[in-house]
């Protein structure tokens, strides 16, 4: 068959490995290519082969899958990406996209899926497990609630945030922002409520994801 897309694996789990090869091997208008056990190994072949694709792990032993993915993408912005993984935990999906992956499956969807993932993303699309796309728009909404109440703040309450951020104590931050102590507490107060948290670290975390 004319035209039949180039696909790189990289699997630490050498049975599973062999088996993701094995799938892309059978499946009409794909071959594998190469085939790598970590990050280090994939990178060098990865950037000579030019594969059209990459179904990558993410924990890998060494480096990450996802810190792979970021190095190749920002070389060859036109290579896919398909997160082949165990892992549901968000930062390691939104990771994984801000990485440059274009999908991202569970291995416990099973071969067949892998596989449908993979000409989905070929063809186009952003394939992803339902349960991953539940939480990605869970994300969107709570960060989408997160940003309403940051846009609460008076510009004075942001500065005092933007200086507790980079652990500056009350006193420090009332210096910077010619102001007393007293008045920092009650800026404090206020930035508690509005953004709904009890601690300064909580605030912080939350402006800062802003």
Known sequence: MLNKKTICIVEDKHELRDAMTTMVQLTNGLIAAGSYASAEEATPAIMKLKPDAVMMDINLPGISGIACVAALKNQFPKMLFLMCTAYEDSDKIFNSLKAG???????????????????????GGSPMSSSIARKVVSSFKQHEVQNELILALTEREKAV????????????????LYISPATVRTHIQNIYEKLQVNTRVEAVNLYLKR
């Open 101 to 123: 992956a274009s999908g991202y499956i569970l291995k416990s969807e099973g071969p067949a899926k892998m596989i449908e993932a993979l000409a989905d993303m070929l063809a």
């Open 161 to 176: 945030l933007d200086l507790l951020a980079t652990g500056l104590m009350n006193k420090e931050v009332a210096d910077k």
